[in-house]
């Protein structure tokens, strides 16, 4: 079946735009997350969603990242104002729920100019 | 605070060899820990976890990992390595004590295989 996919595979914007990374989970998959990977690191944890409700947003970094998922499946990273130090891959993961395997997607490679 | 620690960045090994790579963390309880690998160009992918029981786990690949409670390590290893096993390998702990579900990914090990 379909895996997890992410939307653009390469987003290039400059310092002070909008953008909108969107996350396809795989169908059923109750729990969604969102990391952000920079050059060299680990995954850093942003959110976790358990149906539509963020249940920990703790890892986002400051009041311009926010992150929706309005009928519990497709989700969407917003970073507003963007700043060159945004730039790394935002990867998605979703699961069947708590505890249970992710599953990640390929990542969104985010570029702020 | 919670962390994870991948201490070798890089490992250089010949095909057929064996294979150990190091994860230490820092956790309030009893963690659940994993392994996963992560291809050029590819996805993450779990090899293996840990909730409970059995401290040595069996994992995808041929990979296997030990839990040792009192050295606070989780360390991967496969007895003879492919070529096709050079990636980068994240060990992590999660997820939640009450009120986070926060998953906690070290810094990452890459592996290269010498033919």
């Known amino acids: 079946g379909a895996g997890v996919s992410q939307t653009p595979s390469n987003k290039v914007t400059e310092k002070g735009k909008y953008v909108e990374l969107r996350c396809d989970p795989i169908s059923g998959h109750t729990a969604l997350y969102w990391y952000r990977q920079s050059l060299g690191q680990g995954p850093e944890f942003l959110i976790y969603f358990q149906g539509t409700g963020a249940a920990d947003d703790s890892g986002l970094p400051n009041d311009r990242f926010f992150a929706v998922r309005p009928e519990g499946s497709v989700s969407t990273l917003k970073i507003q104002r963007t700043e060159r130090g945004d730039s790394a891959v935002y990867l998605c993961a979703s699961s069947k729920g708590l505890n249970n395997e992710q599953f990640f997607g390929p990542g969104t490679r985010l570029t702020v100019l | 605070a919670q962390s994870v620690t991948q201490p070798d960045i890089h490992i250089t090994v010949s095909e057929g060899a064996s294979l150990e790579l190091r994860c230490n963390y820092s956790?309030?309880?009893?963690?659940?820990l994993f392994w996963y690998v992560q291809s050029p160009g590819q996805g993450l992918q779990l090899l293996l976890k840990y909730f409970s029981g059995d401290t040595l786990v069996q994992g995808i690949k041929g990979f296997e990992a030990e839990f040792k409670r009192s050295q606070s390590s989780f360390n991967l290893r496969k007895p003879s390595v492919h070529w096709s096993d050079a990636a980068e390998y994240f060990c992590a702990v999660g997820p939640p004590t009450s009120g986070t579900y926060k998953y906690i990914f070290g810094t990452g090990t890459r592996l290269k295989v010498l033919a």
């Open positions: 956790y309030g309880a009893t963690p659940y």
